[in-house]
């Protein structure tokens, strides 16, 4: 049987970013893929989706007048076999993105447990795991502000921490919470809802919380 340094199951995202530290490194590397070479998000997932979205957006605006949930695929790896802890389709990890039972198995991307489930974020955890594999264990994920955008029509995006997690945090918010609607998107592009809500740490007078519900929303937020 051949021998590889690292074995990468799944090439999505996740899988793709762990073979450009590997590899760099002199490494060798074999990737097992049982269906698409480059996974979900181009070819069932985010490019898709997009297009679709962006056609219900020009219908919306013609007339004048909303994702799928994504679930690893661990449960027919047998990871029991493997005596892999997992529970409801992710991978128990520890913080350097190893196995908790296993720790020559690596996680990232959509088998993460505790982790937004955005590509983005797939490639940035497979980034650090192809650094732990290569540089020892240096490198933790720090998921801290990740914006996150739901591609409804119209947009729902949102950055920072909840007005809830804020509050567990131990700070005092003061929150705004604003109609838009009449700054003139109704009239350029036929939307009627446009809404915000801001939450401010009221000592350090900092925004730590943005949601906007409207037209293009994803582009007004970092
Ligand atoms: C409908 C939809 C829309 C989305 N839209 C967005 C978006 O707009 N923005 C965003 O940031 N994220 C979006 N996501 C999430 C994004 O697709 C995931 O975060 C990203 O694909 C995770 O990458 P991954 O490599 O971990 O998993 P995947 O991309 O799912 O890759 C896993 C790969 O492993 C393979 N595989 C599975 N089991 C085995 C096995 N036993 N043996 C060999 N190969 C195996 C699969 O065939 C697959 O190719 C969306 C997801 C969905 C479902």
């Known amino acids: 049987m051949e021998k590889y340094d690292v074995v990468i199951l799944g090439g999505g995202n996740a899988g793709m970013g762990v073979t450009v530290p ?10 097992i893929e049982a269906r698409d070479l480059g996974g979900t998000c181009p070819n069932g997932g985010c490019t898709p989706k997009k297009v679709l979205v962006a056609a219900a957006l020009a219908i919306h605006e013609i007339e004048e007048a909303d994702c799928a949930g994504h679930v690893a695929n661990v449960e027919g790896l047998d990871l029991g076999t493997g005596v892999i802890a997992h529970r409801e389709g992710h991978i128990e990890i520890d913080d350097h993105l190893r196995s908790r039972s296993d720790p020559d198995v690596y996680v990232c991307g959509a088998a993460v447990w505790n982790s937004p489930q955005f590509s983005p974020v797939a490639t940035y955890e497979c980034g650090l795991v192809g650094r732990n594999i290569v540089d020892g264990l240096r490198h933790r994920p720090d998921d801290g502000q990740i914006p996150a955008c739901l591609y409804t029509v119209p947009d729902l995006a949102s950055v920072g921490l909840t007005e809830a997690n804020a ?3 131990g700070l005092g918010v003061r929150v705004h919470v ?3 609607a009449g700054l003139a998107i109704r009239e350029t592009y036929a939307e009627t809802v446009a809404w915000s809500k801001v939450i401010v740490d009221e000592t350090a007078d900092r925004v730590v919380r943005a949601h906007l519900v409207g037209h293009a929303g994803f582009r007004a937020l970092p």
Do not use: C, H, L, P
């Open 178 to 180: 604003n109609d838009i």
């Open 22 to 31: 590997t590899r760099a490194a002199g490494m060798s590397v074999a990737m």
């Open 167 to 169: 509050k567990e945090q």
